[in-house]
């Protein structure tokens, strides 16, 4: 069994910032694509980013600029620095683990961030 813990998710002014990080433990040996997905009120899951085990980013244009994912391959750990929080980032953010030595991915349980304006 896969265990994603995810923390740092908060409210924040307009303008502010805030780390997510999620860390894989249990039956994951070593993690392969790591991403952030976000899900608000009334809208679909998107992608916020993912990076794969190599360091390659990807980004969705809304958060080019301002949001940064890291990994920890050592520890099985993703971060999302997000700085410059608007309005519309306010989501559950979840994180996504993809298991390097097969087709599984896990998902996180979410973290609330809510950026007031």
């Known amino acids: 069994q896969v265990q994603l813990v995810e923390s740092g998710g908060g409210l924040v002014q307009s303008g502010g910032s805030l780390t997510l990080s999620c860390a894989a433990s249990?039956?994951?040996?070593?993690?392969?694509?790591m991403g952030w997905y976000r899900e608000a009120p009334g809208k679909e899951r998107e992608l916020v980013a993912d990076?794969?085990?190599?360091?390659?980013?990807n980004y969705a244009d809304a958060v080019k600029g301002r949001f940064t994912i890291s990994r920890d391959n050592i520890k099985n750990t993703v971060y999302l620095r997000m700085n410059s929080l608007k309005s519309e980032d306010t989501a559950v953010y979840y994180c996504?683990?993809?298991?390097?030595?097969?087709?599984?991915?896990?998902w996180g349980q979410g973290t609330q961030v809510t950026v007031s304006s």
């Open positions: 249990g039956s994951i040996v070593s993690a392969g694509t």
């Open positions: 996504n683990v993809a298991d390097r030595y097969s087709s599984d991915t896990y």
């Open positions: 990076i794969s085990r190599g360091g390659r980013t």
